[in-house]
Structures are given as structure tokens and as C-alpha cells.
């Protein structure tokens, strides 16, 4: 799909086989069940409202990184599972059901139990994603800024989730390429194309907002100011925590128990 990270080089393996995990949780899970339970997921979340309607099948697939007959084929099964509906006409397609049914969709489970596998990897995509802010502030050039900023110009005119999707990792990516050193986005890609497979649909006007912290990081880094891109992005990558799936169930759970939980942000 476009944005989509290379495969993997020589350094980006090294580093991939140092910190590999065991397989388990949704690498278990086959591509076509990792598409519904990452739909239902969102679904029962609440980020995607019931009525809403889905992007074409290709989008998905490429914000998804799966196969479009794949998302054709888990379309269908959650359709057939009650969560999502079809209408014909030209205001049709396949859209989350009014009454979405929840919980019918066992394979979400497996991201649920993910839930310290992702922390560990916002943790380490913090760490690297600091650094990179800190190094690209130094060495970026007038040719580099300008892509970003015509990249988060793409962000904000995105017409969906699937839109956006691709713009963000070409942006993170062209950052890292930014430093000027040469290994950098490789380690960094690892860890990025590793989160991103926790990646949830989310609602454009939360991904827009999320697009501030873009614009601000580039105006750091035409500002030459390392400590202040390095802040940017520090905020931006922590508050993963709370505002990907692992911390919005936690919320929900707060809510159930009739406290107050944060509100919904990007993944």
C-alpha cells in the first residue's frame, strides 16, 4: 500500500531479532481475523459510531495491511455476526449496524490480552522517537521541512481513517530519514510496522487533532530547537497509552465502575 514500510533491511533485522517477542496473541491469529477483531474492537469502543460507513475495501486493506479479498471476506463475516450492515443505492455500502452486536467477535480477545505488548512497545517506540525529533532538528534540510509539511497539509485534508493512515506513517518515516544518519530509520521502522499492527479505525476529527502535534513538531525542527522537538514528540508518543485501545478499555472499565476515564485520541 502506499506508505507501507519496506522490507526489511540488514540493520532493521538485527534489531528485530534482538528484541523479537515470542509468538503469541494476535500473531497467532490469521490476517482475515485480525481484520475483524480489529473492526469489532473499534466498534465497540465507539470509534466507529454506529450508521457510520466504512472506506472502500482496497483503503481498508492498505491501512490494514492485509489483502482487499481478506477484507472483503471479514466484511462479510461481520456482517453476518451482526456488527455491521449493508445497504444498496448510492448512499449505500457497508456501514457499522445501528445496533451493533457486541461481543460476537471472540478473536478481539486476543488484542484485549495484548494489552502489555503494546505498552512495551510505546515505551520503545518513546524512546527511539525522542531521539529522532532530537537529531532531525539538527540536521534537516529546507527540502526535508517541506515534505513535512506538505505531509501534514495531506493529514489534515484526509478524507477518512484509511486516508490518514498511510500519511502518518510517511511522515514519521520521512522524520526519521531526516537526521541524516544513516541506520536511523530502520531500528525506528521495526518498531512503528510492529505498533501499527495494534492499529485501530479512529474518528478523522480525533486523527486531525493529533495532527497539531505534526505541525508543531516540523515548526521545532525549522526552528532548529532540539529539546523543544524532542518535548513534541515525547507528548505525542506517551499519551499512546491512554488513547490507543489498551488505555480506552481501561477507560471504559473506569466508566463501568462510575468513575472517569480520558478522552479518545489517535492511535
Not at 77 to 102: C, F, I, M, N, Y
Not at 120 to 149: M, N, Q, T
Not at 177 to 189: D, I
Not at 248 to 266: E, H, N, Q
Request: net charge negative.
Amino acid at each position: 500500500m502506499p506508505g507501507h514500510l519496506p522490507d526489511a533491511t540488514e540493520p532493521e533485522a538485527a534489531v528485530r531479532g534482538l528484541n523479537a517477542a515470542p509468538l503469541g496473541g494476535i500473531q497467532r491469529l490469521s490476517a482475515l481475523d485480525t481484520v475483524r477483531a480489529r473492526i469489532a474492537l473499534a466498534v465497540e469502543l465507539g470509534l466507529l459510531a454506529p450508521g457510520e460507513r466504512l472506506p472502500p475495501t482496497d483503503e481498508i486493506a492498505a491501512a490494514l495491511g492485509v489483502g482487499d479479498i481478506t477484507v472483503r471476506r471479514a466484511l462479510a463475516s461481520l456482517h453476518a455476526d451482526g456488527v455491521l450492515e449493508r445497504r444498496r443505492g448510492r448512499t449505500g455500502g457497508t456501514l457499522v449496524a445501528e445496533r451493533p452486536v457486541k461481543g460476537a467477535v471472540t478473536e478481539a480477545a486476543a488484542y484485549r490480552a495484548a494489552a502489555a505488548e503494546v505498552h512495551r512497545l510505546i515505551d520503545h517506540r518513546l524512546v527511539l522517537e525522542c531521539g529522532v525529533a532530537h537529531l532531525a532538528a539538527l540536521h534537516a534540510d529546507g527540502a526535508a521541512l517541506d515534505a513535512l509539511d506538505r505531509l501534514v497539509g495531506a493529514m489534515d485534508e484526509a478524507g477518512s481513517w484509511t486516508e490518514f493512515r498511510g500519511h502518518d506513517e510517511r511522515f514519521h518515516l520521512a522524520v526519521a530519514e531526516a537526521t541524516g544518519v544513516a541506520f536511523a530509520a530502520a531500528p525506528y521502522g521495526a518498531v512503528l510496522r510492529d505498533l501499527y499492527r495494534y492499529y485501530l479505525p479512529y474518528p478523522l476529527d480525533t486523527l486531525r487533532r493529533s495532527n497539531c502535534e505534526h505541525r508543531a513538531l516540523v515548526d521545532a525542527l525549522r526552528h532548529g530547537d532540539p529539546v523543544g522537538a524532542a518535548e513534541v514528540a515525547r507528548q505525542h508518543v506517551a499519551q499512546l497509552h491512554r488513547t490507543m485501545f489498551v488505555g480506552l478499555m481501561d477507560d471504559a472499565g473506569a466508566r463501568a465502575g462510575g468513575g472517569a476515564g480520558p478522552a479518545v485520541g489517535t492511535a
